[in-house]
């Protein structure tokens, strides 16, 4: 859908309202670095051109009113300025409202209302950051309207204080780091305690990646995913104990073999020793790409794919047999789940000249095991989030 057909569909919603400022926010794929972020450790993202459109007008009131052509049995749900609580009822329109509500903390001269109208192409559920994406249309669309002069850092930080405190997910800042500070055919690798980060060139050159989305929904609030952050909270505790560290992330592999005795529940220590090797898998991965060795970059996304499976157990049925016969296909350098996993979506690095074979083989031995399709998507690799113009639309 273009800008056209969006401001026509805006102009159709909200008929007393001007022309709107138009703004992409981009999904992101993890090409590494799995379930490390809320640990203290190295993730390796980059930002898709599939993401969310936010198109938006200010109001002369203090209303707030949201449309998404991707909800449209939901209507247009109506809040205040003076009123932004958490409604369940509200159900996406929670994660705008969490973002207005941080930075009307942060900077209170927000006095007007705004319509918002709202187009996703990231699937839903997919595991490709749609709420990080929406948080970040949001952030910057008001810091844009407002003239708010709000760091791109302090935006990105209060998109994860909405998945943590507003919606309540223990999730890292990967997702809103990468679709804020994403870069044109650079992935980011990113240290989730400090938060310094550095840009490696994607040279792919005969490859691509493929999203190859497995169609089962998977929503963080009501998975596993808590569970997790828990089990690495305890294994965490058993190490302080003996050790003076901060995160999981703090250790390399060496240390970790030489303690893990220290955590008592043989469980828990698998989900530990995943998330320190993982940490060190997504530093050789950027040297890897840094050196433009694909072969041994698609090599550690193989490995990274067999922790989440085996260690963290985060796969399940329908992420294994995308990758494992994604494995198999000729024309393929590496594959693995990305995202938090339980669905969701995994990615593949493959020939070019092999990609029509590649999805249509793996499909079939998807559908035959699973019972349905799964999809499968070709993304570029984008800037961050920012307000476009109709020439810079497709």
Same mark, same amino acid.
């Given at each position: 859908?273009? @800008?056209?057909?969006?401001?026509?569909?805006?102009?159709?919603?909200?008929?007393?309202?001007? +022309?709107? %400022?138009?703004?992409?926010?981009?999904?992101?794929?993890?090409?590494?670095?799995?379930? &490390?972020?809320?640990?203290?450790?190295?993730?390796?993202?980059?930002?898709?051109?599939?993401?969310?459109?936010?198109?938006?007008?200010?109001?002369?009131?203090?209303?707030?009113?949201?449309?998404?052509?991707?909800?449209?049995?939901?209507?247009?749900?109506?809040?205040?300025? $003076?009123?932004?609580?958490?409604?369940?009822?509200?159900?996406?329109?929670?994660?705008?409202? /969490?973002?207005?509500?941080?930075?009307?903390?942060?900077?209170?001269?927000?006095?007007?209302?705004?319509?918002?109208?709202?187009?996703?192409?990231?699937?839903?559920?997919?595991?490709?950051?749609?709420?990080?994406?929406?948080? +970040?249309?949001?952030?910057?669309?008001? $810091?844009?309207?407002?003239?708010?002069? +709000?760091?791109?850092?302090?935006?990105?930080?209060?998109?994860?204080? =909405?998945?943590?405190?507003? @919606?309540?997910?223990?999730?890292?800042?990967?997702?809103?780091?990468?679709?804020?500070?994403?870069?044109?055919? *650079?992935?980011?690798?990113?240290?989730?305690?400090?938060?310094?980060?550095?840009?490696?060139?994607?040279?792919?050159?005969?490859?691509?990646?493929?999203?190859?989305?497995?169609?089962?929904?998977?929503?963080?609030?009501?998975?596993?995913?808590?569970?997790?952050?828990?089990?690495?909270?305890?294994?965490?505790?058993?190490?302080?104990?003996?050790?003076?560290?901060?995160?999981?992330?703090?250790?390399?592999?060496?240390?970790? $073999?030489?303690? %893990?005795?220290?955590?008592?529940?043989?469980? =828990?220590?698998?989900?530990?020793?995943?998330?320190?090797?993982?940490?060190?898998?997504?530093?050789?991965?950027?040297?890897?790409?840094?050196?433009?060795?694909?072969?041994?970059?698609?090599?550690?996304?193989?490995?990274?794919?067999?922790?989440?499976? *085996?260690?963290?157990?985060?796969?399940?049925?329908?992420?294994?047999?995308?990758?494992?016969?994604?494995?198999?296909?000729?024309? =393929? @350098?590496?594959?693995?789940?990305?995202?938090?996993?339980?669905?969701?979506? %995994?990615?593949?690095?493959?020939?070019?000249?092999?990609?029509?074979?590649?999805?249509?083989?793996?499909?079939? =031995?998807? +559908?035959?095991?699973? /019972?349905?399709?799964?999809?499968?998507?070709?993304?570029?690799?984008?800037?961050?989030?920012?307000?476009? &113009?109709?020439?810079?639309?497709?």
């Amino acid at each position: 859908m273009n @800008i056209n057909d969006l401001q026509e569909k805006f102009k159709g919603i909200f008929p007393d309202a001007g +022309l709107p %400022a138009v703004y992409f926010s981009p999904g992101r794929i993890n090409l590494i670095g799995e379930h &490390t972020d809320y640990n203290g450790g190295y993730v390796f993202p980059a930002a898709i051109s599939l993401g969310t459109y936010a198109l938006a007008f200010k109001r002369q009131d203090r209303k707030l009113r949201f449309y998404s052509l991707n909800f449209p049995s939901s209507g247009i749900i109506e809040c205040s300025l $003076d009123n932004l609580a958490y409604k369940a009822e509200d159900d996406w329109a929670n994660y705008p409202k /969490g973002m207005i509500q941080y930075i009307i903390d942060t900077k209170s001269n927000i006095e007007e209302g705004l319509d918002i109208l709202f187009y996703g192409e990231i699937p839903n559920g997919a595991g490709l950051s749609s709420s990080a994406s929406i948080e +970040l249309a949001t952030g910057v669309l008001l $810091d844009n309207l407002f003239d708010l002069s +709000l760091e791109r850092l302090q935006i990105i930080q209060l998109g994860q204080k =909405v998945e943590n405190e507003y @919606i309540g997910v223990n999730s890292g800042i990967m997702d809103q780091f990468a679709v804020g500070q994403g870069k044109k055919d *650079y992935a980011l690798l990113l240290n989730c305690q400090t938060l310094e980060y550095q840009y490696a060139p994607l040279h792919l050159e005969d490859y691509t990646i493929v999203i190859m989305n497995t169609n089962k929904r998977r929503t963080l609030a009501t998975s596993k995913y808590n569970e997790r952050s828990q089990e690495c909270r305890t294994a965490l505790s058993d190490l302080q104990l003996h050790l003076s560290i901060q995160h999981l992330g703090d250790l390399t592999t060496e240390e970790f $073999d030489l303690n %893990a005795h220290l955590i008592e529940n043989s469980t =828990v220590r698998r989900r530990a020793k995943h998330v320190v090797y993982e940490n060190n898998r997504t530093l050789q991965a950027y040297e890897a790409l840094e050196q433009n060795d694909l072969k041994q970059f698609g090599l550690l996304m193989n490995e990274s794919h067999l922790s989440l499976q *085996y260690d963290y157990e985060v796969t399940g049925i329908e992420l294994d047999t995308l990758v494992e016969t994604a494995w198999e296909q000729p024309g =393929v @350098i590496g594959a693995r789940m990305t995202g938090a996993g339980f669905g969701g979506c %995994a990615i593949a690095i493959v020939e070019k000249n092999s990609i029509s074979s590649f999805t249509e083989a793996v499909n079939d =031995v998807y +559908l035959d095991k699973i /019972g349905y399709d799964a999809s499968f998507y070709m993304p570029t690799i984008v800037d961050g989030a920012k307000k476009i &113009t109709k020439e810079a639309a497709q």
